[in-house]
């Protein structure tokens, strides 16, 4: 079996409290194209979550301690966390996390995984739409001020996990929490990963939910070491 047609893993975070509908809509899209998809949860969102039509086998459940809570203040998922699940888990293919938002505009789960004929792991954008329904294949308008998606090798996943214990800002990347995405892509560049406009990755545009950019700043020196900056500005 070809690298990009084996089984394709993604793991995203589910908000049960801020527009389910959209998201299950694209939870529900990705598990339509084969790909085993997962949301990452506390209990009482796991709960909630089932509630609303998912089922145990939709959802890892993570301990608070593997959140954000004692940072954040409420129980986001730490990425880091989530990623070391994910490499515990039975499987050759690649590993992938998106945000809960996004919705596949693909005919196969290879679309995902043909980025690792090229590069070991990739950092993917997001294309901005009105609407899935109404996208065309030429209409192009991918949001670069932050990354959407990233996909790895099982090997590359390991090198990013082995990478990201020296990084003093691990704890705080957590999904929902602006920033961790920058680091992330810093981690992929790291092992001679790649970046690429994914135009195949659609997301509604909705009103911002977050106002604050200080969060940033207790990821820059991690962004400056990984990618050999010394300047400060």
Known sequence: MARSEAVVTAVTSLNPFSRIEAQLRCFQAWKALGVQILTVNVDDEADRLINLGLTDADILRLPVEDTGQAIHGKPVPQIIATLRRLQDRPGTGP??????DLFPAMRSPAGLGHWLDHFPAMALTREECGAAETVRFGDRSPYRGGLDAFVFSRTSLAQVL???DACTSAGRMCFGIIGWDYVMGALILSINGGFADSGLLLHERHPTTYSSMDEFAHYLP?????AGVESKN
């Open 95 to 100: 590993v992938a996390v998106v945000n809960s």
């Open 222 to 226: 991690d962004m400056r070491r990984l």
């Open 162 to 164: 082995e990478r990201a």
